[in-house]
């Protein structure tokens, strides 16, 4: 209590501090959902050295509507995590923040400004229509 | 036209409190009427145990930071109107050890700065002797905006990573060092170039960019710190040139 440190509670809500905490947010939140999907797709891959039945089996999970879901799941958190990533090498090398000058009232930081939330909003809408294009090619076949 | 609010604030005595507790106050607000003007008539009228610190009433000092409906804000420049809401509640800010109520503990905030070595690094400024480093407008540029950094600590408290890291400097100290490192009278890159290149240091940050979302005088910590890296990244390197010292001629 007397600590007062906010922990890991400060990494949980993404609403508080606009565009960019929500993009930090979600980065987080689908690196962690890519490593989880990874390490599960080496395991469920290791399948094949119990023969062509097993592998036959394991791929059959993935046909199934829940299987459809999760991997359109896996395409949007790819998606975003890419396009964010992007975004953050090109930030994190002094680029498109815009640059430090004379600060007027009301203080509008540049490194939170358009630039930087228009390329947060393109990449979620990247992830969406990538999601939308998944759906449509894993749910026309069935 | 005045509104009656409620002001709810955080009442904790680490010294006798096991728990904290919230003590709530109707008070009268006008448009006008800062958090802190609030703040200072229930201790006036009301109750005057409450523990705070300010000082200037004019977010110059940099005392009254405090987390107001969960933002770290100075509760001088915070208006209870532009909250929208007939609720207020203060809390201390976090990220800093509470000392009583809405006093928090900048001991180990003012060592981070301090780390930084936040002055003007060079033997040749020793000697000056009446000559002057001459400076171009657009060399004041890069560094005037983290000089007016007050030390409020909002930004200290917005972080995220400050929030898990103990040893992370955090945006305030890091936007300082940019400050001084792009100070053109500066000489002392390299030494504040090792300073923060440690994975404790400026690499911990994650561009979440609350800092400069709540830092009440457009530092803009964040665009310092984004600038850091890519200086030790080699990118913006020829963007410094030390300044020699200059005799002015007597007109
Ligand atoms: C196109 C490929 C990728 C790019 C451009 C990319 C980019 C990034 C960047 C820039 C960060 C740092 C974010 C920050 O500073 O907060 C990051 C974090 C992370 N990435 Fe990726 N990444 C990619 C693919 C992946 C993949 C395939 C995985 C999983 C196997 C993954 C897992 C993670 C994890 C766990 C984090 C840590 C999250 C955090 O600290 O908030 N990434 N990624
Ligand atoms: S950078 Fe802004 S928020 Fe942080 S201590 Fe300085 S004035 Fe306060
Ligand atoms: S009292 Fe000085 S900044 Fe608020």
């Given at each position: 209590m007397k600590e007062n440190r906010e922990g890991i509670k400060g990494w949980l809500n993404p609403t508080r501090y606009g565009a960019n905490r929500f993009a930090y947010w979600l980065q987080r939140l689908t690196g962690l959902g890519l490593l989880a999907y990874f390490i599960a797709h080496v395991i469920e891959t290791s399948n094949i050295v119990y023969g062509k039945n097993a592998w036959e089996k394991m791929l059959a999970v993935t046909q199934t509507t829940e299987g459809h879901i999760v991997l359109m799941v896996v395409i949007g958190m790819c998606v975003f995590h890419a396009a964010n990533g992007v975004r953050l090498y090109i930030a994190e090398h002094g680029k498109g923040i815009g640059r430090p000058g004379r600060p007027e009232y009301p203080y509008k930081p540049t490194s939170l400004g358009l630039g930087m939330k228009a390329c947060i909003w393109v990449s979620v809408a990247l992830a969406a229509l990538a999601m939308m294009y998944g759906a449509y090619v894993l749910f026309g076949e069935v | 036209?005045?509104?009656?609010?409620?002001?709810?604030?955080?009442?904790?005595?680490?010294?006798?409190?096991?728990?904290?507790?919230?003590?709530?106050?109707?008070?009268?607000?006008?448009?006008?009427?800062?958090?802190?003007?609030?703040?200072?008539?229930?201790?006036?009228?009301?109750?005057?145990?409450i523990a705070l610190r300010y000082s200037c009433r004019m977010a110059s000092c940099g005392s009254c930071g405090m987390l107001i409906n969960g933002i770290p804000r100075l509760a001088c420049y915070t208006k209870v109107y532009e909250l929208g809401s007939d609720v207020v509640t203060c809390r201390p800010l976090p990220n800093f050890p509470i000392i009583r109520d809405l006093a928090a503990?900048?001991?180990?905030?003012?060592?981070?700065?301090?780390?930084?070595?936040?002055?003007?690094?060079?033997?040749?400024?020793?000697?000056?002797?009446?000559?002057?480093?001459?400076?171009?407008?657009?060399?004041?540029?890069?560094?005037?905006?983290?000089?007016?950094?007050?030390?409020?600590?909002?930004?200290?408290?917005?972080?995220?990573?400050?929030?898990?890291?103990?040893?992370?400097?955090?945006?305030?100290?890091?936007?300082?060092?940019?400050?001084?490192?792009?100070?053109?009278?500066?000489?002392?890159?390299?030494?504040?170039?090792?300073?923060?290149?440690?994975?404790?240091?400026?690499?911990?940050?994650?561009?979440?960019?609350?800092?400069?979302?709540?830092?009440?005088?457009?530092?803009?910590?964040?665009?310092?710190?984004?600038?850091?890296?890519?200086?030790?990244?080699?990118?913006?390197?020829?963007?410094?040139?030390?300044?020699?010292?200059?005799?002015?001629?007597?007109?």
């Open positions: - | 036209m005045a509104k009656r609010v409620k002001i709810r604030v955080f009442r904790y005595n680490p010294a006798h409190d096991t728990d904290a507790r919230y003590d709530e106050f109707e008070v009268e607000a006008e448009r006008w009427t800062t958090v802190l003007d609030a703040l200072l008539y229930i201790k006036a009228h009301k109750d005057h145990s503990d900048f001991t180990a905030f003012f060592a981070k700065h301090k780390s930084m070595k936040p002055y003007i690094i060079n033997e040749v400024a020793e000697s000056i002797d009446g000559r002057e480093f001459i400076q171009k407008p657009e060399e004041v540029e890069k560094y005037l905006q983290f000089s007016y950094c007050i030390k409020c600590g909002l930004c200290y408290a917005a972080c995220p990573t400050v929030a898990t890291d103990r040893r992370f400097p955090g945006p305030q100290a890091l936007a300082q060092m940019y400050r001084y490192l792009i100070d053109s009278r500066d000489k002392a890159t390299d030494e504040r170039l090792r300073i923060v290149d440690d994975r404790h240091g400026v690499w911990r940050c994650h561009f979440a960019g609350s800092c400069s979302m709540v830092c009440p005088k457009g530092v803009d910590p964040a665009l310092g710190i984004q600038l850091l890296r890519a200086y030790l990244l080699g990118m913006n390197r020829d963007s410094k040139v030390v300044a020699e010292l200059y005799r002015r001629e007597p007109k």
